[in-house]
């Protein structure tokens, strides 16, 4: 059975909605498990990688502000942990190493869309929290 374009449209949409619903479900659970102090590296690779998914998905249908904003709570919640002296050093340096991942393609996104000072403040602030892990 053929579709009209609209309602072609609508499903898509809809499974977009679902998904992205579905993804942040799995953040707030990836998140809460970064909360415990007990919290391993592979918990926060696993929280790591679900804003990854997050952020790939909002990417692929053109949804560039939730793009932002996935990558944006993902990196600065890995410069805070990368600044928690109540975590390991081998955590923290995890941290580092994943936050320079993010601040790389969120600071690609802002620079695309015109927004050099955000990206410039980002950068800043990212060199002073890792700085105080060298």
């Not at 929280?47 to 952020?55: G, H, P, R």
């Amino acid at each position: 059975m053929n579709m009209s374009m609209s309602a072609w449209l609508q499903h898509k949409i809809d499974e977009y909605t679902c998904s992205v619903r579905d993804l942040t479900v799995d953040f707030y659970m990836a998140q809460a498990k970064l909360n415990r102090p007990e919290c391993t590296i592979e918990q926060l690779r696993k929280f790591n990688d679900t804003c990854l998914d997050m952020a790939e998905l909002c990417q692929l249908n053109g949804d560039d502000q939730s793009y932002l904003h996935a990558m944006g709570k993902l990196h600065q919640r890995l410069v805070n942990e990368l600044s928690n002296t109540s975590r390991e050093r081998l955590f923290r340096m995890q941290a580092w190493q994943l936050a320079r991942h993010s601040l790389s393609r969120l600071c690609h996104q802002l620079m695309l869309n015109g927004e050099w000072n955000k990206a410039t403040v980002l950068q800043n602030e990212f060199v002073t929290h890792a700085s105080s892990i060298m």
